[in-house]
């Protein structure tokens, strides 16, 4: 293997790929006509991620339909992939699946029928409405991405089939293409881009997170004032009594060596847990 | 310097892609060299190195825990137990799966799949060795070099807490469901202060992938040579031994409290692959600490580069050297996990959160900020390993003081607001009080 | 280019999804099977499972959560920013140091609530 003299080997914006050693030409995602391998495969993950959001709207487990969501969310990443924007599928696949598809299933434990037989289906009363306001929010999509009027001098965004050039503000480097250093630097083009262009809003969303997180909080905290059992879980034995299965921090201990059990539990198990013995 | 190399680096990032003709001629049997290479790979990895890994890092760790306790460890099967790993793989794959019968059947199945997913995902951006050069460019042994490989790498891995989170949904037994969700809660947290601790590098760089990181260690010294860099490598090492959930961090599988945590219900090969996974993401953990303050294959005070030329004998002689080097800090990394996990006892669960929100989060948040001040003073100048005078020598006067505030004002913090104490500090202010702990 | 390398990561995901199902399918054909009533109870320590398991847990886990997530999306900004920092200078440090500040209100409220305390 020589690695050494890449140099020489210069190959043209259109060069083939070599697939199994079949030569495709002109293989490349921004000219999609050219290009039938990345239209096939286009076309198979979009079908799969359809199937998939049926799934999400279909399964009767909160689980499960959160498990498609999931799935529908990696096929966002593929897309995403699929258009050259990798920075944009790996935020994609660290934002979603790695922390929403978690802030879900926690917020699906907070649940009681995660089995879902009342939740979903129902009444056709309820379902006509539903599948008609779904209808028209498709079509309402479908005329916005037809019916785009272009900015001046350009074409609308929904008929371009081959990728413009990045405008460098420095002009092209003549030995680099300019479209390849904008997709690898994408990182760098959209920092620069938060933290010129789109200052203000990049605060704003800081602002954003903080209320968010504040007006959780105080949500929750109004919860916690009802009564919860305040370790761990609780399990509703059929008598009625509440008992909690050995959960984390059982007991607490102070530092004048009192012991004292956290929260109001009627039952409370010592074992010989590491975190309850104590000096 | 600092600044043209990391806008330098995107530009040349670029033109190494575009040049990679010769990667498509055919090689063997019409099939591309592109292709013979990443078979290769695959083949190397799922045939060797990963099982491999695994095996004998189990068979390390139980050696060495032995010796910790003054045992010998395994050592019938083989010469000093060499073939336990082996024999242990028989044994797990010849036993009964069982899957309890109030289960959720195929999340059963996802749940260790996805985990075992996530750990071979992260391992494909890692720069092992050297690579081959370009003008004095370091391309990196590695399967591919994304742009946004640290991303990639971070991403993938956080895929494996809903892996773990499912495994104890769908075993449908409280023990694995409270394991479970006490494990996700742990991970979230402690991932927080992973991500964060990886941004001073980025900062450095000015790129996220790793093979820049490579480079710009090759060239400037490692980034474990800085105040900023120290702390951010001690942040990341902890914030990993809680991402793999190991002790002091292994409360999802506390066994004295809730039997094996989220994989109770899982018997035979099943098993196997949460251990397989763990292990794996153990290695990956230690590439990336390794990768990004470490130095990746590099030697420090002694330029490898110079030796790469353009043929094959250098390349294969640079890179087993590199590799070489590069394995040997990643044992001694795992050597630090396992020799922690030797000596510290497992925490209290209201500590683990405490730790990773009132005490990481802040100093890594802190430490960003005095990355950007050390990015400041030596900008333009070598990161080099010991402070001489110059600029270097002015960042260390300035970031070792900002550094020890920092650390001591976050723990003075934590002190002072501790709920626990709290009411018995407002009773009685006794100075004996934190004797006691 | 981009996408010619995430051909291998898709190769290296179908290869992970084979590398744990393969050892799957071998003790399908290796391993004994003797079911019966009491091996696929639900196991907690011998004694039989009493009511139901998925029930409600507590808000604080979602909590946890949720400051996770707004601590991911502080990531998503920090990042971008890491990178383009070397390029841009003190403006964006001080951008930086109001976006962090903002989020440490947020950490500090609930800090002060109490609810980074585990209990």
Redesign the interface.
Known sequence: MRVGDVAEHRRSRNGPIGFLGVRLKNLRIDSLESAPLIRIVFGLISSLGILMALGTVLARNLVHAALFLVAFFFIIACQFVLLEAEFMAAMQVLVYIGAVAIILMFGIMLTRNIQGDETTGGHWVRKVPAAVVAVALLAILIAGIVEEKPVAGRDAWSSIQVRPEPISKNGRDPGVDGRSIAIADMSRSVGNEMLQRFMIPFEVAGLLLTAALIGAIALAQSDEKEDYPRLGASVDVRGGTTLDPAAGGGVKTHNNGSIHAAGSLTVLKLSPASDTTQP | M??AF??AW??L??????????L?E?ML???????V??IA??AL??FGL?PGIVAYMVWAERKVAARFQDRIGPNRVGPLGLLQPIADAIK???????????A?KV?H??A??LL??SA??TL?VIPFGF????GNRL?GLT??????GL??L???S??S??GI??AG?A?????S??GA??A??QL??Y??PQ??AT??I??WT???SLVAILNHQVEFGWFIFSPPGFMAFVLLTIANIAEVNRTPFD?PE?E????AGYH??YS???F??FFLAEYLSVFSVSCLGTILFLGGGSLPLFDLRDL?????TS?VFVNAITVGVFSVKVILYVFLMFWIRATL??????Q???FA??MM??LS?IN??IA?IW??VV?GHNLNYIPVFGDTFRGWLVTVPLEIVAVFLVFWIHRV?R???A???A??R?PA??L?? | MILTQYIFVGLLLLGAIGFALAPLAVVLLVAPVKRSKSKSDTYECGVLTTGETWIRFRIQYYIYALMFVVFDIETVFLYPWAVAYGGLGTFALIEMVVFLALLSVGLAYAWAKGVLRWV
């Open positions: 600092n600044l990391s806008t995107p530009v990032w670029a033109q190494q892609a575009t040049q990679t003709a010769w498509d055919p049997l019409g099939i591309s060299r592109q292709w290479i990443w790979w695959l990895g799922f990963f797990l794959i010849t036993k009964e799966n069982i899957v309890p019968g109030s959720d999340v199945l996802l260790p799949v075992l997913v071979f995902l494909a690579g081959g050069k370009v391309t399967p591919i070099d994304l742009p946004s991303l990639y971070i991403a993938v956080s895929m807490s809903l989170f499912l949904w075993s449908r037994n409280k023990y469901l409270l969700m006490r996700v809660a979230v947290s991932e927080v991500v964060l941004v001073p980025i900062l000015g790129s996220l409360l506390a004295s409290e809730i039997i109770t219900e035979g090969m099943r196997g692959l790469l030329s353009d043929n094959t390349f006892p497992r925490m209290r669960v209201d683990l959160m405490a929100w009132k989060v802040p948040i960003i900020l950007a990015q400041e900008v607001t709920e626990d104490s009411p018995a500090l009773s009685a006794r009080a934190s006691v702990r």
